[in-house]
């Protein structure tokens, strides 16, 4: 008897505690409802440009080493630019290149840092690319989203 005396008052008590607990619970502060912040390397828009015209992009070389630019989105093969000199992919005549379009940028010489610099003319991406010597090797990326938002990372 004296046990199950002691059993109910130890159940007792603990409802107490878990009461207390939950009400301590329900009056702590909510926490805000804001979407997680994406992890994203891109930079603030670089430039814009018409989607809903054709787009033309032109990478041109102006670093002293070979780069080589590949579209990710739309595929395309990649191409070879040597130093001083461009290539260019779609046409202004022509939507060749939807949004969203996905360029990188790259070269196969080590310790070599990429810049690039964006601008926009008539609906062409000009995609200006420098170097120069570092202790190691950086990629550039350029995105178009479906709005024309120009973005470099």
């Excluded at 997680?36 to 930079?43: K, L």
Aim: aromatic share 4%; net charge positive; glycine share 4%.
């Amino acid at each position: 008897m004296k046990l199950s005396i002691l059993v109910v008052v130890g159940l007792i008590t603990m409802g107490v505690i878990a009461q207390s607990e939950l009400t301590t619970a329900q009056q702590s502060e909510q926490v805000p409802n804001t979407s997680q912040q994406q992890n994203d390397r891109r930079s603030p828009i670089a430039a814009k440009i018409n989607p809903n015209k054709p787009i033309q992009i032109r990478v041109v070389n102006q670093s002293n080493v070979n780069i080589l630019a590949v579209l990710a989105e739309p595929t395309s093969r990649e191409r070879n630019v040597i130093p001083q000199k461009s290539v260019t992919f779609g046409t202004l005549h022509t939507s060749y290149l939807p949004p969203p379009i996905d360029l990188t940028v790259y070269t196969d010489v080590k310790d070599t840092n990429l810049r690039a610099q964006v601008k926009v003319v008539r609906n062409e991406l000009i995609v200006t690319i420098t170097g120069q010597p570092a202790t190691f090797g950086i990629t550039r990326s350029i995105y178009v989203d479906e709005k024309g938002s120009i973005y470099v990372y």
